[in-house]
């Protein structure tokens, strides 16, 4: 898929919101991703999960036996992602802060794990989801994206495979220009951010 024709699927969810927001890493931007109103339509998140798995193929990471994902955001795109993929999903959540594998999932050291993430940012998810599967012995191969905001930037410490690469502005909190400032925040994302107003 084409970064336009991935764009105007959000285009047509309503789904690419202009304002003020702030995004989960704590930073600010004039434009949010809400990729939640693109998941509740199955054939939209059919058509983006599938040209993901069909990348992520292309660039060498087809042996894959395990997709994990960091709840909640990558919840659905990893589950879809790994249909496609013909190989189970599980995902990890957050307790006490850390992500963890529980529900009885499984991961041995012989699977090829590859990390399924909504949309990165800083990487921050994606490295904690890594570090967790890590910790208990996952040969973690790569994360993979439907949209890199970061293009490129972002360490996620693995090979980051994203279907495309969407460069937007984000600012601290102390640095926003003029014209964002003016506008009211908005938080429209799932995770909790401490010191954050």
Do not use: W
């Amino acid at each position: 898929m084409t970064k336009d024709e991935v764009l105007d699927i959000f285009r047509q969810c309503g789904a690419m919101l202009e304002g003020h927001f702030i995004l989960s890493s704590g930073l600010r931007s004039p434009v949010f991703l809400q990729k939640a109103k693109v998941f509740q339509y199955a054939q939209h998140t059919e058509t983006l999960c599938k040209a993901l798995a069909e990348k992520i193929h292309a660039e060498g990471f087809g042996d894959v036996t395990k997709v994990v994902s960091p709840a909640i955001g990558g919840i659905i795109p990893g589950y879809e992602t790994s249909r496609h993929l013909n190989v189970p999903a599980l995902y990890t959540e957050r307790v006490e802060g850390q992500f963890e594998l529980r529900r009885g999932f499984e991961i041995s050291p012989d699977d090829k794990v590859i990390v399924v993430e909504d949309i990165v940012s800083t990487g921050l998810s994606i490295r904690e989801c890594v570090d967790a599967l890590r910790k208990i012995g996952a040969n973690v191969i790569a994360a993979a994206c439907l949209i890199d905001r970061s293009s490129g930037e972002a360490d996620v410490g693995v090979p980051l495979v994203s279907l495309i690469d969407f460069k937007v502005p984000a600012y601290p909190a102390d640095q926003l220009p003029p014209e964002l400032a003016a506008l009211p925040a908005v938080k429209p994302g799932s995770r909790g951010i401490q010191g954050v107003k």
